[in-house]
């Protein structure tokens, strides 16, 4: 059987390394998997996810020339999950995301509660001071090399 780019299959996970994973898909040869695309979180081992001889979903992300695959654990379970929302007709604004509560008001950016100078500590005051002057410093750059014309590259 020949694999496909972007299709799911299941296999067996035949060899674990440092920085991924060797799967054997079902009739269809070996593929790795790279240790950043087993989870969605941040892996530093690869046995915590994986044992040998565990069956798996995997996403065929790429063929390179020597027929290698590569192989994603995680967008398998991404994808299959939104093959079962399709399945179950939910609307995508009712399925909640890694099961997160729903924010009550929006996402909005509002800069660093500045503390008063009676308050800070003589670090603070430094890091603030080293902090707007680093500031101060990079817009003077940025003129001055506008009114020259210059422009880094």
């Known amino acids: 059987m020949q694999l496909e780019i972007g299709k799911i299959y299941t296999g067996k996970v035949k060899g674990i390394t440092q920085y991924g994973a060797f799967v054997d898909i079902d009739g269809g040869g070996t593929g790795m998997v790279h240790i950043s695309e087993i989870a969605n979180t941040y892996v530093s081992d ?7 001889n ?10 390179n020339e020597a027929g290698k695959a590569s192989l994603s654990i ?9 093959q079962e929302q399709r399945d179950q007709q939910r609307p995508p604004f009712q399925k909640r995301r890694n099961d997160a509560p729903r924010r009550s008001k929006p996402n909005i950016w509002e800069p660093k509660k500045q503390t008063p100078p009676s308050e800070m500590t003589f670090e603070d005051m430094l890091a603030h001071f080293k902090q707007s ?5 990079c817009d003077i750059k940025r003129s001055t090399d506008r009114k020259n014309g210059t422009r880094r590259k």
């Open 46 to 52: 690869i046995r915590e996810h994986l044992t040998e």
């Open 54 to 63: 565990q069956e798996v979903k995997v996403k065929v992300i790429g063929i």
């Open 74 to 82: 995680k967008k398998a379970v991404e994808n299959n999950g939104q």
């Open 133 to 137: 002057s680093e500031d101060r410093m």
